[in-house]
C-alpha cells in the first residue's frame, strides 16, 4: 500500500508540473526546424506558419534550415532536441516516406520512436508532363509509346531517390511499363529538360513547370494523385484514366520531438489549423498549386505509414539506390 501511495503522488507530482508547463507555453523562442534551404516548398510553408502565429499570436516563431545528409541533419537535430516545446520540425514526404524506404537498414531516426506527428500542413500533387511535340497525351498514350518502345520513354525527376523519382516509378508500375529515369539537380532544372525536349517526360510540382505549360511548351499528361488538383481542375488523375493505385503527392508536416507534454502538442495542433484557414495562408498555397491539411495526429500517422509502406515496395521492385 505504501508504494502505491507513493507512486500515485509521483504520478500526480508529474501531471501536475507537466500542466503548469504547458500553461506557461510559450515564453521564450520557438524554432521550426527545416531540412532545407531557404526558398524552397518546406521552407516557405514554415515561414508562412511562422509569420501567421508570431503575428496572431505575439508568439515569437523562427525558422532555422538546416540542409543537407538528404534531410537527416535537421531530423536528427529535431529527434534529439529537449522535448520542452520550443523545437519543431517542418519537413516533407521525403523524409519520413521515402527515405525508410532508401535507407531502410542506415536511417539513424524512426518516426513512431522519435516523433509525435501534429498535422500535415499542406499536400501538393505532382504532375506527369511532356515535352509538346511528344505524341503522348494522356497515360494510354504513354503505355502504348512505351509498350512498343521498351525504356525508350525518358523521365526527369528533381532527383535520384526524389518523391518525384520514387512516384515516377509508382506511375510505371501501375501502368505496367518500364521507364528511363533521368535525374536532374531540382525541380527547376527537370522541368526545363522537358521544355526543351531533353528528355521526353517530367513528374514536377506545379511551380516548376507552371510557365512552360502556360507558354506552350509542356503539355500536362495527367495528375499523380487520387484527386484533381484545385489548381487547375481540367486535369484528368492518372485513376480516371485507368492507373485506379496510383496516388502520389508531396505533402509537408508538423512534428515534435517525442514526449513532448500533450497540452503543448494540442495547442499548437490547434494553432496551426487556425493558421491554415487563413485567407493569405490558403491563397499562398494555391498558388503553388497545393491545397491546406489540419488532419488530426493519429490520421497524419496513418497516411505517413501508407505513404511509406507503398514506397518501399516502389524502391525494391524499382531496385532503386540512395546515392
Known amino acids: 500500500m505504501k508504494k502505491l501511495v507513493q507512486c500515485i503522488t509521483a504520478l500526480t507530482l508529474v501531471l501536475a508540473a507537466s500542466a503548469s508547463h504547458a500553461q506557461e507555453w510559450p515564453n521564450q523562442t520557438i524554432k521550426l526546424l527545416v531540412p532545407f534551404a531557404p526558398g524552397g516548398v518546406v521552407d516557405v510553408t ?15 516563431v523562427i525558422v532555422e534550415n538546416k540542409p543537407g545528409g538528404n534531410g537527416f541533419i535537421a531530423v536528427n537535430a ?4 529537449e522535448p520542452d516545446g520550443y523545437t519543431f520540425l517542418v519537413a516533407h514526404t521525403g523524409e519520413f516516406a521515402g527515405n525508410p524506404a532508401l535507407f531502410e537498414s542506415t536511417i539513424p531516426y524512426n518516426l513512431e520512436r522519435d516523433f509525435a506527428p501534429i498535422t500535415m500542413i499542406s499536400d501538393t500533387p505532382m504532375l506527369v508532363v511532356a515535352h509538346k511535340d511528344v505524341p503522348i497525351n494522356n497515360f494510354a498514350d504513354l503505355i502504348a509509346v512505351a509498350k512498343d518502345k521498351p525504356q525508350s520513354v525518358t523521365y526527369s525527376s528533381p532527383g535520384n531517390g526524389s518523391v518525384n523519382h520514387l512516384a ?26 522537358v521544355a526543351s525536349g531533353e528528355v521526353m517526360l517530367g513528374v514536377v510540382a506545379v511551380p516548376a513547370v507552371s510557365a512552360f505549360i502556360k507558354s506552350g511548351k509542356i503539355k500536362v499528361v495527367g495528375v499523380t494523385t487520387a484527386n ?14 485507368g492507373l485506379t493505385e ?31 484557414q487563413d485567407a493569405v495562408v490558403k491563397e499562398r498555397f494555391a498558388a503553388a ?6 488532419m488530426p495526429p493519429a490520421a497524419f500517422l496513418a497516411r505517413i505509414k501508407k505513404d511509406a509502406a507503398r514506397y ?12
Do not use: C
Open 168 to 193: 515516377g516509378e509508382w506511375v510505371a508500375s501501375a501502368a505496367g511499363v518500364k521507364l528511363l529515369h533521368v535525374p536532374y539537380k531540382g525541380g527547376a532544372p527537370a522541368a526545363a529538360a
Open 78 to 81: 529535431a529527434a534529439k532536441a
Open 312 to 323: 518501399r515496395e516502389i524502391v525494391r521492385s524499382a531496385n532503386i539506390k540512395a546515392q
Open 289 to 294: 498549386g497545393a491545397i491546406t491539411g489540419g
Open 228 to 241: 484533381r488538383a484545385e489548381y487547375n481542375k481540367t486535369w484528368t488523375t492518372a485513376r480516371e484514366q
Open 46 to 60: 514554415a515561414r508562412l506558419l511562422a509569420v501567421n502565429m508570431s503575428s496572431r499570436l505575439g508568439w515569437k
Open 246 to 276: 496510383l496516388d502520389a503527392s508531396n505533402w509537408v508536416g508538423m512534428f515534435a520531438p517525442k514526449n513532448v507534454p500533450q497540452a503543448i502538442l494540442d495547442r499548437m495542433y490547434a494553432e496551426v489549423r487556425i493558421t491554415l
